[in-house]
């Protein structure tokens, strides 16, 4: 039985596990999680029961199963299939969602894809913190109107003063970070809200505009001497690899290259 198999647990408020597979020829026995599941199929394809009914999960679709239901899974095809798989807290989408899910488990929205897969690319290999809470937050919109039956394009958001605050709490905040979800909790406001008004205002998501400040002081702190693995967890990178990461996308360099250029 072959099998090549990843998972890891994200610090991420709504997330419970990450899970990414390549299989062969498993085959999945009925069972049931406590959380909801998200799955991204990118080579191949799955055939499953859902609560004793025939489904499908391809690459065109985004397959959503909800907590507490049976299930299992098999590979359509001889060659096996390859998944990207998000738990969601129960909470996320909430109880009375479950039926909609039961009756129809599967979306074949590019947009919604597209924000998973994106996801995904920020959990791995840690999570960025800003940046997986924001993505996070604009999945759960679109899964939310699916689930409702109302599904819409984005609305136009202009907040500036909300925008500027929450500029303002980043470069207060650059090393440790901001909680998007509590943050708009405090504020009365939805996080998509919060990061379109700041998105709209400043040219970028908070997620950059925090990478950019944090980039930028650890070219300070290089210049004073610091060694790459002090700036990293100074301006709150997680470690120097994360911070090597960015500020080479940033600056065509390394920090170690950089501070020798002075």
Request: proline share 8%; hydrophobic share 45%; no cysteine.
């Amino acid at each position: 039985m072959a099998a090549d198999v990843v998972a890891w647990r994200p610090a991420v408020p709504g997330l419970t596990e990450v899970f990414h597979a390549r299989f062969t020829d498993h085959v999945y026995p009925p069972h049931t999680h406590d959380a909801w599941t998200l799955l991204l199929v990118d080579d191949g394809a799955v055939a499953y029961d859902l609560d004793r009914h025939a489904h499908g999960a391809s690459p065109a679709a985004v397959t959503l199963l909800p907590p507490g239901v049976p299930h299992d899974g098999r590979s359509r095809f001889p060659g096996g299939f390859r998944k990207r798989v998000l738990y969601l807290e129960p909470a996320t989408l909430g109880e009375q969602r479950i039926g909609t899910a039961v009756d129809r488990p599967a979306f074949a929205d590019r947009v919604l894809r597209d924000r998973v897969s994106r996801l995904h690319a920020a959990l791995a290999p840690h999570p960025a913190g800003l940046e997986a809470q924001s993505r996070l937050a604009f999945v759960l919109e679109r899964l939310r109107q699916h689930l409702d039956r109302a599904v819409a394009p984005a609305p136009a958001v202009r907040d500036d003063p909300l925008a500027d605050r929450l500029r303002d709490l980043l470069d207060a905040r650059l090393a440790e970070g901001v909680s998007l979800e509590a943050t708009a909790a405090a504020w009365a406001v939805h996080p998509t809200h919060l990061v379109r008004a700041f998105t709209r205002r400043h040219g970028l998501p908070p997620h950059r505009y925090l990478t950019g400040r944090r980039v930028d002081r650890a070219r300070r702190l290089l210049l004073d001497g610091l060694s790459p693995a002090e700036v990293a967890t100074a301006v709150g990178f997680f470690d120097q690899a994360h911070l090597t990461r960015h500020f080479r996308r940033m600056l065509a360099t390394t920090p170690a290259a950089y501070a020798r250029s002075a």
